[in-house]
């Protein structure tokens, strides 16, 4: 590094570096900055995260997500940009993200930005390799849709994974959910969604309506699931919390779901219903559920969007409580945090994965 | 309990435990603990979604308020302590539908009454299904009143039933002498069985303490060294800042001793020095406890300075603010022989830690707030590079409580250059560095163990009494021997050079947390 360049990094500017020497750069890096600071800076990573994006914009919107995620998860953070259609070429950079602790000290994570066009993206996956902290786990952060033709690619990229973090929301056909399980199938890559992450308050709020143990008795009684999402730009994608959700139940449940995305449930056939609407709230994000029951009796969750909250209730003879459950932030990076924050793969998800296709695969139908 | 697969909707969620809705009654609803703990603990987990839908809580005290005026104390509270503060106005409408206060004296049977009627009323509009838990939230002093007059009003049922369940939590002071021990919890076990009572040591809800037991159990390179064989000594302290602030009327008949040593530190150290239990469960885990206590060395006849030191502070100054004596705080007696200060050396004599000494510290107007465990292992069986002049530093592990926790272990690395010259140096592992959030309030598990009906992070009467039957003598002999003052120490110190030299004696020194 030149004279003045470690400053700059450290206080959160790309500083370009060869790509064969970025290792060495990074702690030329951390040495000046421990010789100036007298021992303030803590360096610290918990996670290696590689985010993978396919644009300037996006390999923006991925660098400036995962600085704000490092804050409550300590990462290494590498953001490859990778463009086959571009010229051949390969370029590096490296910055640190740092924020203050307890105003002590300052407590750092690296970040290293990889450029490649043309053939050299086939240089990308070793160089990515070497650059991984030993005995940190690593997470593969796919921003965007899945490439739907280069599978082969992914898989060079996921060898040295622990965990293929997308976002469902971008996808385009229910064969993405498919790719998705399959990966969870075939290799040792636990795939996570952040749409999932979303639907946890939903999946909060549906579990808190049934831990009464005579409301829970109705669960064996669904005879129909009505979702309505918001309508944004990508058909697909604004359904998939949706499916998501359905696909949810009957792997909770028990249900049986064929090929074709007909479900089945201890009394019988379960319809699916599922609007996607315009509304003035967030396109994608679920907006209101309602499950019928055999004795005709419905529960509703519906969303607040003023109040932030999930307001949920039940008829019927039972005694029953409404309930209020909180939305939370749906900010990428907290997504990612909180996906980062699980340390094993989710069971659930796993449970879910093989469902989801078949249930988006019969809607798509 | 709803075990998770009974809600399979439950699975794989933070909140994958919530407990069953209850009626949960506060005696000494109006005092300090509820307005700073309780409620906001409560009011934090409703927050979380941890709370059941349904939960009630009904607050009982003498003080005059209507239900929607304790209702609006509650929330100005909880604005200033709770974890999630400001209140979520969604949040608090639907928690404070469950809020209920009754006006009325501990010795009062109408008020138990009126207490009952309330309680079933929420059985039946909200669903708390006969289960009860009462929180004693007032001065030992009401055990006896309390609990009598909740069994003469038929409001505790019997575990060995099919009745809903009915548990009741107590806060420390357990007593103040094994005596006076062994008398409350005679007084609380003739209305509840050993098994519904939940003894509170917030010290055990803290995530660093339960982190022990992960650090040793949870981790396979520690456990082989975790023995006399490789651990040299073991020092804990729990040093406050502050003096006796407003508690000096039960600080002058109680002392840091019977304050810290007896209960917080003991558990410190019977977790530290434990045996692994056979499973994580309540019963387990606290038989382990009581065995290492029941280990401790006794102390010596006559207060000897070699195994324990008292010390009082006199005038000082503390983090830049000047500290007038203990004798000199208001309410306090100008000749008071309180200690504000202890430290001691103690054996637990068992296989593991036969003559590895435990060094125990707390006290009052030290120089900065902290609770810290260190290990400190034996050094190298051969002095490799003495000829080089190379000094061996033993390898210390720190447990840091609070704050800024954490673990650290120091090892001596060699510094680079041509000659052979080494250094310590540490590695280090911090929460806020690691995990970032902010970490549940100890209250907040507390509250929730109790509602699932864990106990583990509860002490056990014969915890209690045998840490009591341990520390007796010592507090007996300090309180006859009235011709030795305290040691006194200037505060913002460290503490008495007694204390320093309890370890000087031994050829080692005080590590400075």
Redesign the interface.
Same mark, same amino acid.
């Given at each position: 590094l030149k004279a003045g360049e470690a400053e700059r990094a450290t206080a959160g500017e790309d500083v370009a570096v060869d790509y064969s020497t970025i290792e060495k750069s990074l702690a030329q890096l951390w040495r000046s900055e421990n010789e100036q600071a007298e021992g303030a800076v803590?360096r610290?990573a %918990?996670w290696n995260v590689v985010a993978h994006t396919s644009s300037p914009a996006l390999q923006t919107h991925a660098a400036e997500t995962l600085s704000k995620a490092a $804050?409550? /998860?300590?990462q290494r953070t590498i953001v490859i940009r990778s463009e086959p259609d571009s010229q051949s070429e390969m370029t590096a950079w490296i910055s640190a993200n740092c924020h203050m =602790?307890?105003g002590k000290k300052q $407590?750092c994570s690296e970040e290293v930005t990889i450029v490649a066009g043309g053939d050299h993206i086939h240089q990308v996956a070793p160089l990515v390799s070497a650059l991984l902290l030993p005995d940190m786990p690593v997470a593969m952060w796919w921003v965007g849709d899945l490439p739907n033709e280069h599978e082969a690619y992914i898989e060079t990229l996921l060898e040295s994974a622990d965990r293929l973090i997308v976002d469902s929301s971008y996808f385009d056909r229910a064969a993405d959910f498919a790719l998705v399980a399959r990966i969870a199938r075939q290799t040792a890559t636990a795939p996570a969604d952040l749409n999932w992450v979303r639907l946890?308050e939903w999946?909060?709020a549906?579990?808190?309506?049934?831990?009464?143990?005579n409301v829970?008795a109705r =669960?064996r009684g669904i005879r129909k699931v009505s979702i309505t999402a918001v309508a944004g730009e990508n058909a697909f994608g604004d359904a998939t919390e949706a499916f998501l959700y359905a696909a949810w139940?009957s792997a !909770? %449940?028990?249900h049986n779901v064929s090929d074709e995305g007909k479900v089945e449930g201890a009394a019988g056939p379960i319809g699916h219903e599922l609007r996607v609407e315009k509304r003035d709230q967030r396109s994608g994000s679920l907006a209101e559920i309602a499950i019928l029951f055999d004795d005709g009796s419905t529960a509703t969750l519906l969303r +607040?969007e003023d109040? !932030? $909250?999930i307001n949920t209730s039940i008829d019927g003879a039972t !005694?029953?409580?409404?309930?209020?459950?909180?939305m939370q932030s749906r900010r990428i990076d907290d997504l990612i945090?909180r996906q980062l924050?699980r340390v094993h793969a989710?069971?659930?998800?796993m449970k879910v994965l093989p469902i989801v296709s078949r249930i988006a695969g019969g809607f798509a139908a | 309990l709803?075990e998770p697969e009974?809600?399979?909707?439950?699975?794989? %969620?933070e !909140?994958e435990r /919530?407990p +069953?809705?209850s009626c949960l009654v506060i005696f000494g609803a109006s005092g300090d603990l509820t307005m700073r703990k309780l409620l906001p603990g409560l009011y934090s987990l409703a927050?979380d #979604?941890l709370l059941?839908? #349904?939960q009630s809580i009904i607050g009982v005290a003498r003080t005059e308020y209507t239900d929607d005026q304790f209702r609006a104390a509650m929330k100005d509270a909880c604005n200033k302590f709770a974890r999630r503060r400001p209140v +979520?106005?969604?949040?608090w409408?639907?928690f404070a539908k469950g809020l209920f206060y009754v006006q009325g004296s501990f010795d009062d049977p109408d008020a138990y009454e009126r207490v009952k009627k309330k309680a079933e009323e929420c059985d039946r509009d909200? #669903?708390a299904g006969g289960r009860r838990i009462y929180y004693l939230a007032v001065a030992p002093s009401f055990f006896s009143v309390v609990s009598e007059m909740l069994a003469k009003s038929e409001m505790v049922n019997d575990p060995e039933t099919d009745a809903p369940y009915t548990r009741a939590i107590i806060e420390k002071p357990f007593g103040r002498d094994l005596a006076s021990a062994r008398e409350l919890n005679k007084i609380v076990v003739h209305t509840f069985r050993e098994r519904q009572v939940f003894r509170i040591d917030h010290y055990l809800g803290k995530e660093t303490v339960q982190n022990l037991l992960v650090l040793r159990f949870g981790n396979g390179i520690f456990e082989p060294f975790w023995n006399r064989q490789y651990i040299d000594h073991v020092q804990l302290t729990v040093a406050e800042t502050v003096g006796v602030e407003n508690r000096a009327g039960y600080f002058e008949t109680s002392g840091i001793a019977r304050d810290i040593v007896q209960n917080h530190l003991l558990q410190l150290v019977s977790l530290v020095a434990m045996e692994p239990p056979v499973e994580f469960e309540a019963n387990a885990v606290r038989d382990e406890k009581v065995k290492v206590l029941k280990a401790l060395r006794e102390f010596p006849k006559g207060c000897d300075d070699t195994v324990a030191v008292r010390g009082q502070y006199v005038e000082g100054s503390v983090l830049g603010e000047k500290s007038a004596a203990y004798r000199k705080e208001p309410n306090v007696n100008p000749q008071s022989d309180v200690d504000t200060y202890a430290a001691m050396k103690v054996f637990i004599d068992n296989w593991r830690w036969a003559d590895v000494p435990f060094y125990l510290r707390a006290g009052k107007r030290m120089p900065k707030r902290v609770t810290d465990i260190s290990i400190h292992f034996r050094t190298a069986p051969y002095p490799l590079f003495q000829k080089s002049g190379v000094k061996i530093h033993a390898n210390v592990l720190a447990i840091r409580i609070q704050p800024?926790e954490g673990i650290s272990l120091k090892f001596d690395s060699k510094v680079p250059g041509p000659s052979l010259k080494t250094a310590p140096v540490t590695m280090?592992f911090?929460y806020?560095?690691?995990? #970032?959030?902010e970490p549940p309030e100890a209250y907040e598990r507390l509250l929730l163990e109790t509602m699932l009906g864990d106990s583990t992070l509860f002490a056990r009467r014969d915890e209690v009494e045998t840490a009591w039957e341990w520390i007796d003598p010592l507090l007996q002999c300090w309180e006859s021997d009235t011709k030795n003052e305290p040691h006194f120490y200037p505060a913002g110190s460290w503490g008495p050079e007694a204390a320093d030299q309890l370890l000087e004696r031994d050829g080692r020194r005080w590590r400075r947390p």
């Open positions: 803590i610290a %918990l $804050v409550l /998860v300590p =602790l307890g $407590v946890e999946r909060m549906t579990a808190a309506l049934f831990d009464p143990a829970r =669960l139940l !909770q %449940l028990g +607040d109040r !932030q $909250v !005694q029953t409580f409404d309930l209020v459950t909180r945090v924050k989710d069971p659930v998800f | 709803i009974s809600n399979p909707l439950r699975e794989g %969620l !909140q /919530v +069953d809705s927050h #979604g059941p839908s #349904g +979520d106005d969604a949040i409408e639907n909200r #669903g800024d280090e911090r806020a560095t690691s995990f #970032g959030a």
